[in-house]
């Protein structure tokens, strides 16, 4: 959280996007007026227009927000004291299910749910929201290179780095539908599992003659 001293720092323009990214958090794009963002933010509507012509422009800002702050607000935090890649994965999905479990599975991963929320998005919001998400993948991609040497050659890197996104995604949504974790835990269970059978090495012909 920002001391009263550094938000004083902030331009209007920086308090809206802030305002807004919380607010479009906690309530939803949808269901937040541009009147809530301008009370919460303290600031007036010419400043909100002058700066973002739209609530669409406001939105943009918001994941672009999102896009730069993946290092800083998501990974680094996840992964500190963490060397192993897989096991910075898996630090990642934990950080996640941190987050669902203080707040008794209301917690959606924000992007995911602008996502699902936005049907139909304009170009620049759908192109934004997949940038997004591509961060996310890219960032477990690096992770699965670093590991490469334990895993079987033919390991489709990207689609496993994909695969992981989807276990997250899938496993919050249910959570926060049922509030119980046991979806979400379920599903890092799983995938546990799965990177345990890549890792393992086959079984050479002798030792199966031998077994």
Not at 109 to 118: D, N, V
Request: contains cysteine; aromatic residues 8%.
């Amino acid at each position: 959280m920002k001391t009263q001293r550094e938000n004083s720092r902030l331009t209007t323009a920086d308090r809206l996007v802030l305002t807004a990214m919380r607010l479009f958090g906690e309530k939803g794009y949808g269901s937040t007026s541009v009147a809530d963002i301008l009370r919460e933010a303290g600031a007036n509507s010419g400043s909100l227009y002058h700066a973002f012509p739209t609530k669409q422009d406001l939105l943009v800002a918001v994941l672009g927000l999102y896009r730069d702050g993946i290092e800083p607000m998501l990974l680094e935090p996840a992964w500190t004291g963490v060397d192993d890649p897989i096991e910075q994965i898996f630090a990642l999905l934990a950080s996640y299910r941190s987050r669902l479990e203080a707040t008794g599975c209301t917690y959606g991963c924000p992007i995911g749910s602008l996502a699902l929320e936005l049907h139909e998005p304009d170009p620049p919001v759908r192109e934004a929201l997949a940038v997004n998400f591509d961060g996310w993948v890219s960032a477990v991609e690096g992770r699965l290179l670093a590991a490469r040497d334990r895993l079987p050659a033919q390991t489709d890197i990207r689609a496993l780095a994909q695969f992981v996104l989807t276990v997250m995604e899938g496993g919050v949504m249910q959570s926060r539908t049922h509030r119980s974790l046991q979806a979400f835990d379920a599903g890092v269970t799983v995938l546990r599992d799965y990177f345990q059978r890549l890792q393992t090495p086959p079984p050479t012909p002798d030792s199966t003659e031998r077994s």
